[in-house]
């Protein structure tokens, strides 16, 4: 459906998750890609996937966090390859402990804040320039639906990270619209990667997530991928500022869908609950560890749960 011959495109935060898939689909549709993150070996291994599918690909890591590398990466691809048509600011972290805004550590909300919105800022000023430059480019931000309203999960540094990012879009969506760039943003509601799987599969928090998703269940990785490949891509031409909920209605139902997370697999026989396997994971014993005493602020009897 999608075709980015001779375009190139920099995704942040490829090495693993929605990042690697995006990689692969892009290369899919034919671009050529400048991708990067701290883990250079996942990276590479992504890098050798997408040079299999037929593409070239520069792989440079870097923290986003980093202004020195963000401006190493940004001109290393420029050098390779003499233009960056797209950005994709991927990368990002999160903390699934649920702790309580009244107790968030000020290190972690600094960090998160580093990572999720300077790190996104700093990609968007040092390719932005370079879009301005020649007139054209976009960008797709990687926002969350926590960017636009509240929920369970306690996280005071990805919500405020997230909003903000979204609010970001907007701004630079309309300040560069007149010159040939346009800025968007994704937000997905829940889909397994090595950032939620522990608290979504191991706690069952899947089950109270679908239970007040109007279309009961999490999403896939491939349906947040194709939003952003769309707001990439011409057929958006017309789209700036914009923020693509790809959440299965949840912040549409506003909260009136929810139904007792026992009965979630009510339509389960219809509708797959759950994404099947990814293929990206890494366990981490240690964080099952930090997360077993349970997630402060989710009302779920979580302690019950094996
Ligand atoms: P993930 O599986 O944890 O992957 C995160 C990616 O970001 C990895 O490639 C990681 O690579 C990279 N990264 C982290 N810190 C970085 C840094 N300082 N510098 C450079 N790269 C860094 O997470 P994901 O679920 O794919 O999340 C991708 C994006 O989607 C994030 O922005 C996230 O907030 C957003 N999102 C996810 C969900 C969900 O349900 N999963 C929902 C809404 C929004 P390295 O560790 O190698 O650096």
Redesign the pocket.
Known sequence: MFNFSGKTILI?????????NIATSFASAGARLIL????QD??ESVGAQCREIGVEVLCIS????NEDDVKNVVAGGVSEFGCIDVLIN?????DSRGISAERFPTDTFDNIMN??LK?AFLYMREVGLHMLMKKSGNIVN?????GSGANENTNIA?AAA?GAMRNITQQLGCEWADRGVRVNAV??????????RMALQKLGMDKIIASRTPMRRL?EVHEIVNAVLFLASDMAGYITGHDLLVDGGTNAGNGYYQIQPLLHEWNAETAPMAPGAYP?LVPRPEWMESLLPGLPGIHFPVADRK
């Not at 991927?90 to 999160?94: D, E, L, P, R």
């Not at 990687?142 to 926590?146: D, G, L, R, V």
């Open positions: 942040t935060g490829a090495s693993y998750g929605l990042g690697a990067t993150a701290r883990t996942r990276l870097g923290d986003v966090a991927n990368a990002g972290i999160s990572i999720d790190g990687i926002c969350s639906i926590k990805y997230k937000s997905p509601g829940y889909i397994i990667t090595d950032m939620t999403g990206g």
